[in-house]
T-cell receptor, first 113, second 115 residues
């Protein structure tokens, strides 16, 4: 039973357009959410995070939106660049066990020049 | 440069053999983790350690063992009891002591193939 879901295994976007990656979670105890980016044959790298007390966090071209009532978050990349092509993992953590981070299955993003 | 070193990058073993994956960090992080990545399943937590000489099972600990004798090192042994050991293994570390939530820093992984 996946607690963190990313229902789109892959996404293709034209360079310069917006990329929207979606994530849903089922555990209402989750109160901190993170996005990681992973290139082939490398480990994931931290991209951006958001606490449940916020509904938006922005860092340059990357913005994460959190809708707690829907248990949904999304990562927006604007404008998309070819170097953004990677697998993006949504992850979540709960106050009761913050050292256990639950990852989604990932979405592979391809940005087409 | 500070970071996490996993070795080797590729590892091949025969079924029935135990194998140990190395993970070393020089980030002075207290916590270390082992994850396994399989296609379409994301990263699943095998074991984690918050402090030297202490570790806890994650969600899929069966068939694995770890040790944490030094802060810098957290080796993972894949035993013959692990039914599907072929996977991409990722080691990570973090500094939970500096704040409740601390992003994980990952190594570049070891791809283990068991035949």
């Amino acid at each position: 039973d996946q607690q963190v879901k990313q229902n789109s295994p892959s996404l293709s976007v034209q360079e310069g357009r917006i990329s929207i990656l979606n994530c849903d979670y089922t555990n209402s105890m989750f109160d901190y959410f993170l996005w990681y980016k992973k290139y082939p044959a490398e480990g994931p790298t931290f991209l951006i995070s958001i606490s449940s007390i916020k509904d938006k966090n922005e860092d340059g071209r990357f913005t994460v939106f959190l809708n707690k009532s829907a248990k949904h978050l999304s990562l927006h990349i604007v404008p998309s660049q070819p170097g953004d092509s990677a697998v993006y993992f949504c992850a979540a953590s709960a106050r009761t066990s913050y050292d256990k981070v639950i990852f989604g299955p990932g979405t592979s993003l391809s940005v087409i020049p | 440069d500070g970071g996490i070193t996993q070795s080797p990058k590729y590892l091949f073993r025969k079924e029935g053999q135990n194998v140990t994956l190395s993970c070393e960090q020089n980030l002075n992080h207290d916590a270390m983790y082992w994850y396994r990545q399989d296609p379409g399943q994301g990263l699943r937590l095998i074991y984690y350690s918050q402090i030297v000489n202490d570790f806890q099972k994650g969600d899929i600990a069966e068939g694995y063992s770890v040790s944490r004798e030094k802060k810098e090192s957290f080796p993972l042994t894949v035993t013959s009891a692990q039914k599907n050991p072929t996977a991409f293994y990722l080691c990570a570390s973090s500094t939970p002591g500096q704040g409740r939530y601390s992003p994980l820093h990952f190594g570049n992984g070891t791809r283990l193939t068991v035949t």
